[in-house]
């Protein structure tokens, strides 16, 4: 591991920094998805031909990683089909015809909690999942803490927000600290057993000298809580980047992240839960930048969950035909299929590409330079993955992938950002990440057989 984990200057392009979020106008409809999260897709408990209202549940969580969905605007369930997904595969998705009233359910009321159990229930039952991208519900990841073997010392809140353009979670600290202030009470009352003597490190990158600000005045009287100030470098808000420079410690693949004695929640996250917390109203809408080449007017809009993308930019405005849509970071967010496709409970930003800077360069044969290893954050041999993927035996080719260390990608997209052969280094990455657990999975059927044989 190197001294500075982190070392890619990348342009910031945070233009609406300034923008205080505004809300848009309540849509006409909203399209959920049943996989807005990580984990098992949720299960619609509505009908065609019902009626909603905003915070009542309409999919409750499948499985042993899950999390609810509810309504986010009040008014008629028209559809519930399936939807094709940027991976490839197909969801469920539920269709809300809006009737403008924005009414809210009988069922909205802040929850009731005496303890951990109830507490970590009602952090599932607000449908509060990890918004800075990876979409882990945020009850599993604290509910990890619990565990004997591991002794969590550090709750690192993670400001980084260190993608370019995305701006939403800057926007959110200096409009409701008081949430972040909450969110922090919250987890030392209730999880005081587990994380009574941690310490709080809100870890946020320079560049946000007015949130910084804000915060220090914040907690200055909090003795636990510490604003961390990081370099304004990519990828600072990657969770093992952060836990490294943030705390010194190392990460290692396999392993959960309360074993390295620290959890790590998303800034948004955590003040989205307390403000659940306080009013029972569960996650329904979110600040999301919109921003690009090809956008007008770049802003921050706080919009219903589900609300289709087309709309906001009906807000923005576009200056040019857009070539590309990028829902997330332009380093590691996901092109999508429509601008008719709905944001998402993850849809920190939406960024419109024109085709001149849609268009990535022709890849050519690797030159060897080894700037791909050079930049990678957590040094994984880069140019062997590509090798070790040509193996044919899969035995030859598991060992020599694990050797490489892609395990320990972060997704940042550091080594295709500096290829000058412009070689889709990070797929190449994720297609050898998904071989291994593959892999893994049929030894482990092959092992179970022999056993039961």
């Not at 999390?67 to 605007?73: G, K, N």
């Not at 009287?221 to 510490?226: A, G, L, P, Q």
Request: hydrophobic share 40%; charged share 20%.
């Amino acid at each position: 591991m190197r001294k500075d984990i982190s070392s890619l200057h990348v342009p910031h392009n945070k233009h609406t920094a300034a923008c205080v979020p505004q809300r848009i106008e309540i849509p006409a409809e909203v399209i959920l998805p049943m996989n807005m999260h990580s984990g098992h897709d949720a299960e619609p408990i509505v009908n065609v031909g019902d009626h909603v209202k905003v915070g009542q549940l309409i999919a409750r969580e499948e499985g042993r990683f899950s999390s609810p969905v509810h309504a986010t605007v009040s008014g008629t369930v028209t559809e519930i089909a399936t939807m094709p997904t940027a991976n490839g595969k197909g969801t469920t998705f539920i269709r809300i015809e809006s009737d403008g009233k924005m009414e809210v359910a009988e069922t909205v009321k802040k929850p009731e909690i005496t303890d951990c159990a109830s507490f970590l229930q009602a952090v599932r039952d607000g449908g509060i999942v990890g918004l800075g991208g990876a979409a882990f519900p945020t009850w599993a990841k604290f509910n990890e803490a619990t565990n004997p073997d591991y002794k969590v010392d550090t709750v690192l809140i993670n400001a980084a927000e260190c993608e370019p353009y995305i701006t939403s979670d800057h926007r959110m600290m200096l409009a409701h600290p008081e949430l972040i202030a909450d969110g922090i009470e919250y987890l030392r009352t209730y999880m005081n057993e587990y994380l009574g003597n941690a310490t709080f490190k809100i870890c946020i990158e320079t560049n946000k000298a007015d949130a910084i600000e804000v915060l220090e005045k914040t907690f200055a009287d909090k003795d636990y809580v510490v604003v961390h100030k990081l370099k304004t470098i990519y990828p600072q808000g990657a969770k093992q980047v952060m836990l490294y420079n943030a705390t010194g410690r190392v990460a290692v693949s396999g392993r959960r992240f309360p074993s390295f004695g620290a959890l790590i929640v998303n800034v948004s996250s955590l003040a989205l839960m307390a403000n659940y917390l306080n009013t029972g109203m569960p996650l329904v809408e979110r600040i999301v930048t919109v921003d690009g080449p090809a956008v007008a007017q770049p802003m921050n809009l706080i919009a219903p969950i589900g609300t289709r993308i087309s709309e906001l930019l009906k807000v923005t405005g576009l200056k040019a035909e857009p070539g590309k849509v990028v829902v997330g970071g332009p380093m590691n967010g996901t092109a999508i299929y429509s601008v008719d496709d709905p944001m998402v409970k993850v849809s920190n930003a939406v960024l419109v590409f024109d085709e001149k800077t849609a268009v990535l360069p022709e890849a050519s044969a690797c030159i060897n330079c080894g700037r791909c290893m050079e930049k990678c954050p957590v040094r994984i041999s880069v140019a062997e993955v590509d090798r070790a993927m040509k193996i044919k035996n899969a035995d030859a080719k598991a060992q020599a992938l694990i050797d490489t260390g892609v395990r320990q990608c972060v997704d940042c997209a550091c080594c295709s950002y500096v290829c000058p052969a412009s070689r889709p280094l990070l797929q190449i990455n994720w297609e050898a990440k998904a071989f291994l657990k593959k892999y893994a999975a049929e030894q482990k059927e092959k092992k179970e057989a022999n056993i039961n044989g």
